[in-house]
């Protein structure tokens, strides 16, 4: 089946510094990637919509300027978060369909990634 | 009303047993439906789709209810390692939609 592969799976970092996650979709191609975020005991939140080859879409409240998504290529998105903070720590999450699979529903998810801010 | 709601549980049941968990969802129009199941600290994995029909997998059948927009998962003999969170989970109808996820049922099977 679609392998969605994610890195790193776990990164502490200090306050202020920028923390890239990568989501690579191994076996099949994907246009649109997912990221979600989850905080302890919630649920899964789609931050944003990432599109191979154009500008991401971000949900309201999710601030596009601290959480950089570029989608170079039909198998990789990245996630930058920017000047972390504490609040920031959460579980991360990527996300995506096969292409020719749009309407099939499934998500095939990346392992994803703890991100701990000191 | 949020889109897809769940009772968080914690559901506390024996081996053997049966469990059932509800999910509602707000969108009339939604097309697709699915049951996640999520361990601790991992990604969520696909335990299910739900067919309007209703649809048995093993121990584990799904129901759909379209009129009152209420979806069911029922595991028949817990086991052990049916312990997680079950996530329900709609998706949209129109186009490469991301899926909306509840909140999640946590299960623990005691022995």
């Known amino acids: 089946g679609a392998v969605v592969s994610q890195h790193p799976s776990r990164v502490i970092c200090k306050s202020g510094t920028s923390v890239k996650i990568e989501c690579r979709s191994l076996?099949?191609?994907?246009?649109?990637m997912f990221w979600y975020r989850q905080f302890p005991k919630q649920s899964l939140m789609l931050m944003a919509t990432?599109?191979?080859?154009?500008?991401?879409?971000?949900e309201q409240g999710v601030e596009k300027d601290k959480f950089l998504i570029n989608h170079a290529s039909l198998t990789l998105s990245t996630l930058t978060v920017t000047s972390a903070h504490p609040e920031d720590s959460s579980f991360y999450i990527c996300?995506?369909?096969?292409?020719?699979?749009?309407?099939?529903?499934?998500?095939?998810f990346g392992e994803g990634s703890r991100l701990t801010v000191l | 009303r949020k889109e897809v709601e769940q009772d968080p549980g914690p559901f506390n049941v024996p081996e053997g047993a049966t469990v059932a968990f509800n999910c509602t969802y707000s969108?009339?129009?939604?097309?697709?439906f699915f049951w996640y199941r999520q361990d601790c600290r991992k990604e969520p994995k696909l335990l299910m789709s739900?067919?309007?029909s209703g649809n048995e997998d093993g121990r584990f059948t799904a129901q759909l209810n379209r009129a009152s927009q209420y979806i069911s998962l029922l595991i028949r003999d817990s086991k052990l390692s049916d312990s997680a969170t079950y996530l329900c989970?709609?998706?949209?109808?129109?186009?490469?939609?991301?899926?909306?996820f509840g909140k999640g049922t946590r299960l623990s099977v005691i022995a």
């Open positions: 739900v067919y309007s």
């Open positions: 990432s599109n191979e080859g154009s500008k991401a879409t971000y």
């Open positions: 076996d099949f191609q994907a246009t649109t």
């Open positions: 989970v709609v998706n949209m109808p129109i186009g490469n939609t991301p899926l909306v």
């Open positions: 969108n009339s129009a939604s097309q697709s």
């Open positions: 996300s995506a369909r096969d292409v020719r699979g749009q309407n099939t529903g499934e998500l095939f």
